[in-house]
């Protein structure tokens, strides 16, 4: 839906939502009802990765609960400043596979370009909540990355992520998909965005016409790790990309607190599959600073995917994955 702005200019709904944002934690916390003190380890969190959380996700908040998963992903906790071995600002050490800015090369086959520094929410336990935006994006946009590809035949994919592609907009992914389309040799474009999970409406007709093309088949991978994520609106709107095409898939991050149990997670798969969405991987939580406070142990998370195993098909069970520095894919620690 579009909607008449008064000088004149169309603004798409999601843009509003996009731009409607608490980006303090008391508000926060009085919007929920909560008061600070009933938080464990406070709202005092990391001040150089703020608070921001859409209105729009608000509504899908319990209130009054103080351990609400989905609050849990986006309220910022003074446990956020322990200082815990092993957890640094670049875990994945990404700065070694940048062979030009905006873009990241680790694996045979696939690159993933940074379009954006920017993302719709703020989750915290993001692994790239210290990364170097700045020095990806300055000056030129995308332009060496583009120069980059077009030099590197071997590259049959390109992933676009950040950041998060989807709070681009639609007029600026055009012109980016358009340059990219001219790349002869490469032959998937996929997507990775959390931002229709936090506003649904981003996935308009819009942007439903651009990813139906018969350039290529383009693969969405969404970003839910709770079923309460999946609400009707956002499932529907799946459901037409699907038939317009899309490859819908879903990578979930575990969780503790938010999605460490069998039920949890089968919710979460079951939300899915009914958006039309394939569970793809459950990711092992990457050790950035800051996010010690989610981490599941391993012992855990295999038990949990064990749990998935005996009660769902296998193909809405998750590969669970780690990423390590210096492997050529992701681990899967079970598929
Ligand atoms: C995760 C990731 C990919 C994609 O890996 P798949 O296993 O194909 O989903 C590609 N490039 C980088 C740098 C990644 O971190
Ligand atoms: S949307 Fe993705 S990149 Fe952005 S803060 Fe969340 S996890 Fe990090």
Redesign the pocket.
């Known amino acids: 839906m579009i909607t008449q702005e008064a000088d004149g200019w169309q603004v798409p709904d999601w843009r509003r939502l996009q731009a409607d944002l608490v980006t303090d934690a008391a508000e926060l916390c009085a919007l929920l009802g909560l008061r600070p003190e009933q938080l464990p380890g406070g709202i005092d969190g990391d001040s150089d990765f703020p608070l921001r959380v859409p209105r729009r996700y608000l509504a899908r908040i319990t209130p009054g609960d103080p351990h609400d998963p989905l609050l849990r992903q986006v309220l910022a906790s003074g446990r956020e400043r322990d200082t815990v071995p092993g957890y640094g600002a670049d875990p994945l050490a990404e700065a070694d ?1 940048t062979p030009v800015p905006g873009l ?1 090369h ?2 045979h086959g ?1 690159a ?1 370009l940074v379009v954006t520094g920017a993302c719709a929410v703020h989750c915290r336990y993001c692994f790239r909540r210290h990364f170097p935006y700045q020095s990806h994006l300055s000056g030129g946009r995308w332009k060496q990355a583009l120069d980059w590809l077009r030099a590197h035949p071997d590259i049959r994919e390109v ?1 676009l992520s950040g950041g998060d592609p989807l709070t681009l907009s639609n007029q600026r992914l055009a012109g980016l998909m358009d340059e990219l389309a001219a790349i002869p040799h490469l032959d998937r474009l996929r997507i990775h965005s959390r931002t229709p999970v936090v506003i649904p409406e981003r996935l308009d007709d819009e942007l439903r016409a651009l990813l139906d093309t018969p350039r290529w088949r383009v693969t969405l991978v969404l970003h839910a790790n709770h079923p309460r994520e999946i609400d009707a609106d956002l499932a529907g709107r799946c459901r037409a990309l699907g038939r317009a095409g899309v490859t819908l898939l879903n990578q979930a991050v575990l969780l503790a607190g938010v999605n460490d149990d069998a039920e949890t997670l089968a919710a979460l798969s079951d939300r899915l599959h009914d958006a039309g969405v394939l569970p793809y991987y459950l990711h092992q939580l990457d050790a950035v600073a800051g996010a010690a406070h989610f981490a599941v142990s391993d012992h855990r998370a295999l038990a949990l995917h064990d749990a998935l195993r005996a009660r769902l098909p296998g193909f809405l069970v998750p590969r669970l994955a780690r ?1 390590e520095p210096g492997r050529h ?2 681990t899967v620690l079970k598929g």
């Open positions: 596979h990241l680790k694996y696939r993933l992933i990423e894919s992701k």
